[in-house]
């Protein structure tokens, strides 16, 4: 139990559609990164936000967004969901964007795309 | 970031210990060794880190060689529930490097009763 939570559990959308997904950070971190985990893959960053800026991406298309509020909770949405877009999506947070801080993950939100 | 080469699946016995090894030999002096696990439809958790010196927590340790090129997790006492994808990541360097962690393919470690 880390802590961070995520929004829905589980999603199905069609070809062409756009997503929201959600993420609570554990409480006192404002910093929050995704990630996307294709089937038999490691997670691959998508973005991080650091006190509502974005802070970084990942080598993701533009059609993937993302915002960061006041409390530090976060969303990521993507539009025109493609079929590839079917993937575990995780967000992580920690206290600060610095290199010995730990990431700590949500369990994430499993999307499929038909 | 530097990129890591592991050995793609390990097994062990419950009860001894499990070594884990990742090679980075592109790693740079200002970047940290992560090592994260993922049981199963979970998602990843942290397990260690460390710059130059051998580090050890409740769960791991972690061995750097003095070169830094090469890093071997050490689960003193395996169980059962350390059945797991074990990712070694190199990185985080500065910048808009922060947090950006880049995962491998990992290594399976099967825990055998």
């Known amino acids: 139990e880390t802590g961070v939570t995520q929004s829905p559990t589980h999603l199905i959308k069609t070809r062409g559609q756009q997503v929201t997904l959600r993420c609570s950070s554990q409480?006192?971190?404002?910093?929050v990164s995704w990630y996307q985990q294709a089937l038999g893959q490691g997670p691959q960053f998508i973005f991080q936000?650091?006190?509502?800026?974005?802070?970084g991406r990942g080598n993701f298309p533009p059609r993937f967004s993302g915002l960061q509020f006041p409390n530090y909770s976060s969303e990521l949405n993507v539009n025109a969901l493609e079929l590839d877009d079917s993937a575990l999506y995780l967000c992580?947070?920690?206290?600060?964007?610095?290199?010995?801080?730990?990431?700590?993950f949500g369990p994430g939100t499993r999307l499929l795309v038909l | 970031d530097a990129k890591t080469t592991q050995p793609p699946s390990m097994d062990c016995a419950e009860g001894r210990a499990a070594n884990l090894p990742c090679n980075h030999s592109?790693?740079?002096?200002?970047?940290?060794v992560y090592w994260y696990r993922q049981i199963h439809s979970q998602g990843p958790q942290y397990i260690i880190h460390?710059?130059?010196n051998n580090e050890t927590n409740e769960m791991a340790s972690l061995i750097i060689t003095e070169d830094r090129k090469s890093s071997t997790l050490i689960l003193p006492h395996a169980t059962l529930r350390d059945t797991a994808v074990y990712y070694c990541?190199?990185?985080?360097?500065?910048?808009?490097?922060?947090?950006?962690?880049?995962f491998g393919q990992g290594t399976i470690l099967t825990v055998h009763p």
């Open positions: 992580a947070s920690s206290r600060e964007v610095a290199a010995q801080e730990t990431q700590y």
């Open positions: 409480s006192g971190h404002n910093t």
């Open positions: 936000y650091y006190r509502e800026e974005e802070n």
């Open positions: 592109t790693i740079s002096g200002n970047e940290y």
């Open positions: 460390g710059l130059k």
């Open positions: 990541i190199v990185g985080l360097a500065g910048g808009t490097s922060y947090g950006k962690l880049t």
